[in-house]
């Protein structure tokens, strides 16, 4: 009995006694969504062009991360050290195309996704390798202070990062629909065979694919590594970002950022009001199981592609 | 010469459908158990035992169970970690509170009680496949691992987390589990359940139930229409998988380091498994023991190479290399060979055949 009250009546008259810190807990929630959105928009690139689930994002958001903070502690200033790891980035997927990617092609899904999971391992290992497994701090003057709006109190740097998000997807977006390598992207990701027909070259685009991916991984390891500091802890965060992904459907940019959104909103809300009455430390598995809840009524996720089968 | 099936006629429907029908794989077959069960008990050492083949081992069982799934009805699935830990302490609360009940049977529910769960979470799978399904599963893992270490019911409200196993005897007073255990009793019980286990996995395979599942696996629609329940199949997949993987994690728990702690069943485990699988390759018995060998023996390769070419490395150097190391290595495996050491093993013996007048 006390535990359904805490369940289901309990959550709900804190939610209506304290409208305002809800809406705190709510806004928390959406701005840290955001930040998952950041790491699942990588994924999504990836897998739209190439349908390759890379499960290396997570290890390319740590190697960007350090490759910065290395160069920076190396006496480089920030903007040039920025440049130099966009440099490494591109250089890292053509490497990853060349290598990886290329002797692979034609192999099942399932085969591509351990390949990349091979890739993460070593990343890890590289990265850690050439800068160090120690935590650092990566300060690029990103202010972090609290601030207040109607009554809400919101954490500067998270309305940075939503603002930097927001950014990425219009950059996005207007290179996927309005410049021609997008519209062969787009081409790509619609059917292999069929762009090859017609004359693009597929392992450019991969290529470009995956340094795309990689500038977005720098992005995110930006932000997360601001947030946290530079570990080995910034790959987990790609865990994170897999309930965003099955949650917003594989192949949708829009998808991330919505299932960011609802992830982040769901997790806090559920962590900060139901928490208590089942013990805590929800949040490892609690998106998971929002999504899951979500994939029984949409398999493909929100915003993914329909599944049309034949036999 | 000697690998060849020439003259070996097959004169009953028994013999038609003998588990290994050629007469050097049923050899090679007793003489691999007669080298498991006398030779290597009386060679190795206590350090080679209880490090090398008892994780070898334990690993095995657990590549087994995944393989059935992933391997055999194509459910790509990275809970296994989750349900070994749900095996591993389904033994621990049995055990201990039933003190009476034989270790076997003990097992043997633990798996059981896995496989139920395994059934619970494998629900998903009728609705959704693919990459859906293996992040789905990882609900089942981050769930499981956190249920445990959350609720005290389950270590017994240890304070630490950390608890010893139960020592628990066979035969009267032949003690297999807990750390007074002697390293060979331990050796040749697990020996024991894997090889039974993995006799039955081979049966499996081959009966109506594998054939459903490798229909569910080359296409799932298809194997409906010609009447093969998508419910049953999938959801039995998931049961014996699960079974498998939870006596596995008893045995972890109980024979290989007996501590029972959900730690030691993390998302990295799940994963270390699904390498072994796909290393040692996609539905194939022996693939799973191969890859469990590789994914085993490799990193006690690789720590101790530099010290075998005499070069020095610092110690968390050696770690990013090895990380390094393995990732390439794990790439070129699957260049080279994407079908796993177990296409590898059959095409050494197809050459074998023909060896050594190959026209």
């Known amino acids: 009995m006390e535990f359904l009250n805490a369940v289901f009546v309990a959550p709900f008259v804190e939610i209506f006694n304290y409208p305002v810190f809800f809406a705190e807990v709510v806004v928390g929630g959406l701005l840290s969504g955001i930040m998952y959105s950041l790491v699942a928009l990588g994924f999504v690139l990836i897998f739209k062009a190439s349908g390759v689930f890379n499960f290396a994002q997570g290890a390319m958001v740590l190697f960007a991360a350090l490759t910065l903070v290395g160069l920076i502690e190396h006496g480089m200033p920030p903007w040039m050290a920025i440049v130099a790891t966009v440099v490494v980035m591109i250089v890292l997927a053509l490497t990853v195309e060349r290598v990886v990617l290329r002797p692979l092609v034609n192999q099942e899904a399932i085969i591509l996704f351990m390949a990349t999971i091979g890739l993460s391992y070593f990343l890890d290992g590289f990265g850690q390798m050439l800068w160090g497994s120690d935590v650092k701090t990566l300060d690029l003057g990103i202010p972090s202070a609290p601030m207040e709006y109607g009554g809400i109190q919101v954490n500067q740097f998270d309305l940075i990062a939503a603002l930097v998000a927001g950014a990425l997807v219009a950059v996005l977006a207007v290179f996927f629909q309005k410049t021609r390598v997008g519209r062969a992207l787009r081409a790509v990701a619609d059917d292999h065979q069929a762009a090859l027909s017609v004359g693009i070259p597929l392992k450019t685009i991969w290529a470009i694919v995956w340094s795309v991916a990689g500038l977005v991984g720098l992005v995110a390891g930006i932000m997360w590594g601001t947030k946290l500091g530079v570990q080995f802890t910034l790959a987990l965060v790609a865990l994170k970002a897999l309930p965003v992904l099955i949650l917003g459907g594989f192949t949708s940019i829009p998808g991330a950022i919505i299932g960011g959104l609802i992830i982040g909103m769901g997790e806090k809300v559920a962590e900060v009001f139901w928490g208590p009455a089942i013990g805590g430390g929800i949040e490892d598995w609690f998106a998971y199981m929002l999504a899951l809840a979500f994939l029984l009524f949409r398999p493909q996720g929100l915003f993914g592609d329909k599944i049309i089968e034949r036999v | ?359």
């Open chain 2, 1 to 359: 010469m000697f690998y060849r099936e020439a003259g070996q006629f097959k004169t009953s429907y028994a013999a038609d459908q003998a588990i290994f029908p050629i007469r050097q794989d049923r050899y090679f077959l007793v003489a691999l158990l007669l080298v498991a069960y006398l030779v290597v008990p009386m060679l190795a050492s206590d350090y080679w035992l209880s490090t090398i083949m008892l994780p070898f081992l334990v690993f095995s069982l657990a590549a087994l169970g995944l393989n059935l799934l992933t391997g055999y009805a194509g459910q790509l699935s990275l809970g296994t970690g989750g349900f070994m830990a749900c095996g591993a302490f389904a033994a621990y609360k049995l055990a201990t509170a039933f003190p009476d009940l034989n270790i076997i049977l003990v097992f043997i529910l633990s798996g059981l009680v896995t496989a139920a769960v395994g059934i619970l979470f494998g629900i998903p799978s009728l609705r959704i496949k693919g990459f859906y399904l293996a992040v789905a599963t990882l609900a089942a893992q981050f769930f499981l691992v956190w249920v445990f270490n959350k609720f005290g019911w389950f270590t017994n409200y240890s304070s630490s987390g950390v608890i010893s196993a139960p020592p628990r005897a066979i035969f009267g007073d032949y003690f297999v589990t807990g750390s007074s255990a002697s390293p060979e009793g331990k050796y040749l019980f697990t020996l024991t359940v894997v090889a039974v286990l993995a006799l039955a996995a081979k049966n499996i395979v081959r009966s109506h139930i594998g054939r459903s599942w490798m229909a569910i696996r080359d296409m799932d629609i298809a194997a409906e229409i010609i009447g093969i329940k998508p419910l049953t199949a999938k959801l039995g997949a998931f049961a014996v998988s699960s079974f498998y993987c939870g006596i596995s994690g008893a045995l972890w728990a109980f024979i290989y380091t007996s501590s029972v702690e959900a730690l030691a069943f993390d998302i990295t485990r799940s994963f270390q498994i699904l390498f072994m699988v796909i290393i040692g390759g996609l539905g194939s018995i022996m693939g799973s023991f191969l890859g469990a060998a590789f994914i085993v023996l490799l990193p006690i390769f690789l720590s101790n190479m530099p010290t075998l070419i005499g070069v020095s490395i610092q110690v968390d150097m050696i770690s990013h290399i090895e990380f390094m190391t393995f990732g390439a290595l794990i790439i070129f495996f699957l260049i080279v060979e994407p079908h796993g050491l177990a296409r590898l093993w059959q095409v050494a013996k197809e050459k074998l055949r023909l060896w050594p007048f190959p026209y």
